[in-house]
């Protein structure tokens, strides 16, 4: 069974780091691309940042540029989100997606999902 599982949200203070993970379970991640979405309270989901499947082309929605950046190990079936910087407006919660054709941040393109991980950014 094809599964993902996202960790490493928390809460913390603004200007600090976090870094999720996205696990992968039941089928080889290098032949996916992964997209980072999240979800803040009363907000429509949206796209965070992708990586291709070997890992050579990343995109980054213009909010999080500079500051978040995405990155895998297939050896380890596992893609990470450091995020720097943090802004209250990160708050939300962030989910990792598994496409096998997806080349940008647009929902429709990922056909898996995992649960979700809470970003919490405050004072």
């Known amino acids: 069974q094809l599964q993902l599982v996202e960790s490493g949200g928390g809460l913390v203070q603004p200007g600090g780091s976090l870094r999720l993970s996205c696990v992968a379970s039941g089928f080889t991640l290098n032949y996916y691309a992964i997209g980072w979405f999240r979800q803040a309270p009363g907000k429509e989901r949206e796209g965070v940042s992708r990586?291709?499947?070997?890992?050579?082309?990343?995109n980054y929605a213009d909010s999080v540029k500079g500051r978040f950046t995405v990155s895998r190990d297939n050896a380890k079936n596992t893609v990470y989100l450091q995020m720097n910087d943090l802004k209250p407006e990160d708050t939300a919660v962030y989910y990792c997606?598994?496409?096998?054709?997806?080349?940008?941040?647009?929902?429709?393109?990922?056909?898996?999902w995992g649960q979700g991980t809470q970003v919490t950014v405050s004072l």
């Open positions: 990586i291709s499947g070997g890992g050579g082309r990343t």
């Open positions: 997606a598994a496409g096998p054709t997806a080349w940008g941040l647009s929902e429709d393109q990922y056909p898996y």
